[in-house]
């Protein structure tokens, strides 16, 4: 199986990650209503798919912030004061991103496949220009992405003494906040030391 990973604009291809998302939030997150359609952040966010020939397998939604840009990424808009709270990134003055969204079919969910999907986000977030991702999922999830991003040779910090804001119809759910470094050279500190938020 020769699956293929891109960032994509096709109106056929983004319908499928759509109806994934769709079914997959509404199953393994307990969200009934869940409306997976395109919305005003997908408009505004790069979309990276997997394929299997000309089927869409799973999708993520890439956020991206740069320093002159009047945009934020979800968590900002969800009343986050990024900057404030993790002042060793220096995100006024560095790029980066919010993936969300992620949902894979789970005919296709084997490790081979998680760590070539976790590695093609990386890749897509870097030639985007983005220094960080940041993730909210819970803590499962969270460690998964920190697994991942360790067997890839990156780093991956789970910020657990930050309050999240729920987004809206998310409510309940667990809400835990990662960032994947994409470069090693992007950290000036310790790193070995954990990330710490600013209360």
Same mark, same amino acid.
């Given at each position: 199986?020769?699956?293929?990973?891109?960032?994509?604009?096709?109106?056929?291809?983004?319908?499928?990650?759509?109806?994934?998302?769709?079914?997959?939030?509404?199953?393994?997150?307990?969200?009934?209503?869940?409306?997976?359609?395109?919305?005003?952040?997908?408009?505004?966010?790069?979309?990276?798919?997997?394929?299997?020939?000309?089927?869409?397998?799973?999708?993520?939604?890439?956020?991206?912030?740069?320093?002159?840009?009047?945009?934020?990424?979800?968590?900002?808009?969800?009343?986050?004061?990024?900057?404030?709270?993790?002042?060793?990134?220096?995100?006024?003055?560095?790029?980066?991103?919010?993936?969300?969204?992620?949902? #894979?079919?789970?005919? !296709?969910?084997?490790? &081979?496949? +998680? %760590?070539?999907?976790?590695? *093609?986000?990386? $890749?897509?977030?870097?030639?985007?220009?983005?220094?960080?991702?940041?993730?909210?999922?819970?803590?499962?999830?969270?460690?998964?992405?920190?697994?991942?991003?360790?067997? #890839?040779?990156?780093? !991956?910090?789970?910020? &657990?003494? +930050? %309050?999240?804001?729920?987004? *809206?119809?998310? $409510?309940?759910?667990?809400?835990?906040?990662?960032?994947?470094?994409?470069?090693?050279?992007?950290?000036?500190?310790?790193?070995?030391?954990?990330?710490?938020?600013?209360?």
């Amino acid at each position: 199986m020769t699956l293929t990973y891109e960032l994509t604009k096709d109106p056929a291809l983004l319908e499928q990650y759509y109806r994934i998302r769709e079914r997959c939030f509404r199953r393994e997150l307990g969200i009934a209503d869940f409306d997976g359609s395109e919305d005003a952040r997908d408009r505004r966010s790069h979309i990276l798919v997997a394929r299997d020939g000309n089927r869409c397998i799973g999708g993520t939604r890439i956020t991206g912030r740069q320093p002159e840009s009047l945009h934020p990424v979800p968590l900002q808009e969800e009343g986050l004061d990024l900057v404030a709270a993790l002042p060793g990134l220096r995100l006024a003055q560095t790029s980066f991103c919010q993936w969300g969204r992620l949902a #894979l079919d789970p005919e !296709y969910r084997t490790i &081979r496949v +998680l %760590r070539q999907y976790c590695n *093609a986000m990386i $890749d897509a977030s870097r030639a985007l220009g983005f220094t960080y991702s940041l993730v909210v999922t819970d803590i499962n999830r969270a460690r998964l992405y920190k697994r991942l991003f360790s067997v #890839l040779g990156y780093r !991956y910090d789970i910020v &657990r003494d +930050l %309050r999240i804001p729920a987004e *809206a119809g998310f $409510d309940g759910l667990p809400h835990l906040l990662g960032v994947g470094y994409h470069d090693a050279a992007c950290f000036t500190g310790d790193a070995h030391a954990p990330l710490k938020a600013v209360a």
